[in-house]
């Protein structure tokens, strides 16, 4: 038999897939080969040093690299999208990690140039302090909390705010508080409650001077520079290992994971500089608080809430377009995504519901909360956490009482409201829209009822029906008299009997048991018990 060049390498490419299918599924770690191809190696003894926060055109990345490189065995990487510029001496040894993919160049591989057991990711303007990066690898390697994943020291005389950091990924929210601390000084107060669990191995010498290692368990460190060590596997199990500004990165992925910081009490010396112009402030202060957004908006947090309680907003508002695109099958894009309404949209949501309702009632418009508008005010008094607009049901005899829908009605155009709400005849049927804004389409629909002429009891029907479970004609007698019921903060007008009317329109048991709107193309089953909050 003849073997054709082109047999002999399909052959040959058989065989290797079959020797790579064996390296990786039968004999994990058994041949270098293997360990190449499949994890990045576990390392040897040391700390690697990464410096990754460094900008514009005064950092100071070769002083602090070279205070690094001194060091005796600390390898030391320059991490960056782009050589540091102007040009700067990095001391023999310190070698630039480029991040940015290139179509000519393999795909920066960062998890590979790292080959110790620990890294420690420094800022800028650092200098090294002796013994200090190992005494945080003793402390990490003796924890006795398994969640301590990473080990911090402040850089210079300020001292990062230890902060308890808990990231609801459904919710779109980073919340932090203060958190529950060890100890808030060296010397710290061993009677309190905590004390009995300190970060290290009590009475163990670790060969320095520094008997203290006591430090403050954080789900965040903000405020002030930290040199952050962990294991290398830990730092290159994260999506966004290198991701800046690395303490919020690091901060924000670690309590999704359910990890904690140690604060030790210890710090570097931070290098003396001449104090900024104010310009150069504002830059730099611009320029991070540009990298906090990007950040933010790679992982999904459109609100922050302060530990004071304050809430700063990163999602949609008036003059902008709504976070999500036309909803199709019921199912808005967030849910395939896994997440619920972001929270920016629910709020634009309520207010527009407010305004709305406000807006009926003054002109004696008979209406009611609808479908699963009312559904969420019954269940919980508010917008159901994953719902899109919000339905409301009017009387159609009375749309000329409401003088945005009279002038809809009329012209068939749509009105911006002094308040910038965007009224206009939905183009899918016959039913109006109210928009939060004009380019943000955040809506409450408003469903023209009328009563069904030649009926012997009232029953209530409409032109437009979209074919939902919800959408059927009912008895007037839900509506006379009608009732209240709490939802978005308001007292809103409601079907007399809520559980009747929700019942009749989407079946017995409707209010205690939760689905998404078209459980055929997702169900809540998937989502829940796959809490990523703690
Ligand atoms: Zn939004």
Redesign the pocket.
Known sequence: MRITPCQAALAAAIALNLLLLLCSRLLPGASPACRRSRRVPDGVPGVTVILRDFDGPDHDVAATARSFAALPGVPVLVAAETSPYPPVPLPAGVAVLSLRPEPHRPPPRPELAVRTRHVALVPDGARAAPGLLRRMRDVLEAVEDGGVKVVAAAVGRRRPRCLSLEVDIKAWTARYGHADRRSDQRGDNHGDQHGDNHGDQRGDNHGDQHGDNHGDRCGALDGAPAVLLLRTRDLFSLPFPLTRPVVTSLSLQAAARGWRLLLLPASFPLAPRPPPSPHDQRRAQTALESQRRTLLDLFGI?LEVLPDGSRRWH??AKDTP??FGTVLRQTPEYLLAGRWT?P??LR?LRATARHVLAQLEAAGVRHWLEGGTLLGAVRLGDIIPWDYDVDVGIYRDDVPKCRWLAAVAATGRPVEDPQGFFWEKATEGEFYRVHFSRSNRLHVDLWPFYVRPGGAAAVMTKDTWLGHRQDVEFPESFLVPLGTVTFAGVAAKAPNDPRGFLELKFGPGVIESPEYPNPGVRRLAQDVGNKTSR
Request: aromatic residues 0%; hydrophobic residues 10%; contains cysteine.
């Open positions: 459109k999602g949609c709504r976070c972001p920016c949209c634009a």
